[in-house]
T-cell receptor
Framework: DTGVSQDPRHKITKRGQNVTFRCDPISEHNRLYWYRQTLGQGPEFLTYFQNEAQLEKSRLLSDRFSAERPKGSFSTLEIQRTEQGDSAMYLC????????????FGPGTRLTVL | KQEVTQIPAALSVPEGENLVLNCSFTDSAIYNLQWFRQDPGKGLTSLLLIQSSQREQTSGRLNASLDKSSGRSTLYIAASQPGDSATYLCAVRLSGQNFVFGPGTRLSVLP
């Protein structure tokens, strides 16, 4: 395990469909973060897990968004009833408290909602 | 509300030049600041992490400084190379685990 992985890398869906993304963090990292990034902007924080507990959620995370990390390892981000405004790059990062929470990012999942 | 800005938005330099990228934040109550690079369509690569108690960090040709009281950080790149072309982002960590990113500086190093 050499880094954070995300699946799928690209997702094209029609408006109104549900989509689910997966993130596998670096194995010893206990903290996991989800961000959303639109073109030309920096990433925006969505939510954060410490082990399996979801400890923070941004106001950006509407009721249509849900994230889980059931066993404190991989995480999923689900978007229900997708809208065109959901089109973005969804980034996952992980960190380890003992290394000052330096974040390491995955390659991202690019979502296009038609 | 913490806001992070980066100047310039874009920069184009000839190969071999030394350059400075700037990051400013409005609330000095940060835990740390991290610099990243992002290649087009890719995820972020961590470059340097500076704790709030530190003044600077160095890695190879990169040097990042932090002046928390004035809300500023700079990333210095020495002897730039075409492979340095990317977008450079800074992010500040607030209380809890919330990180706020700047919009980035898009760097082009011309051969």
């Amino acid at each position: 395990d050499t880094g954070v992985s995300q699946d799928p890398r690209h997702k094209i869906t029609k408006r109104g469909q549900n989509v689910t993304f997966r993130c596998d963090p670096i194995s010893e990292h206990n903290r996991l973060y989800w961000y959303r990034q639109t073109l030309g902007q920096g990433p925006e924080f969505l939510t954060y897990f410490q082990n399996e507990a979801q400890l923070e959620k941004s106001r950006l995370l509407s009721d249509r968004f849900s994230a889980e990390r059931p066993k404190g390892s991989f995480s999923t981000l689900e978007i229900q009833r997708t809208e065109q405004g959901d089109s973005a790059m969804y980034l996952c990062a992980s960190s380890f408290a003992q290394t000052y929470n330096e974040q390491f990012f995955g390659p991202g999942t690019r979502l296009t909602v038609l | 509300k913490q806001e992070v800005t980066q100047i310039p938005a874009a920069l184009s330099v000839p190969e071999g030049e030394n350059l400075v990228l700037n990051c400013s934040f409005t609330d000095s109550a940060i835990y740390n600041l991290q610099w990243f690079r992002q290649d087009p369509g890719k995820g972020l690569t961590s470059l340097l992490l500076i704790q709030s108690s530190q003044r600077e960090q160095t890695s190879g040709r990169l040097n990042a400084s932090l002046d928390k009281s004035s809300g500023r950080s700079t990333l210095y790149i020495a002897a730039s190379q075409p492979g340095d072309s990317a977008t450079y982002l800074c992010a500040v960590r607030l209380s809890g685990q919330n990180f706020v990113f700047g919009p980035g500086t898009r760097l082009s190093v011309l051969p």
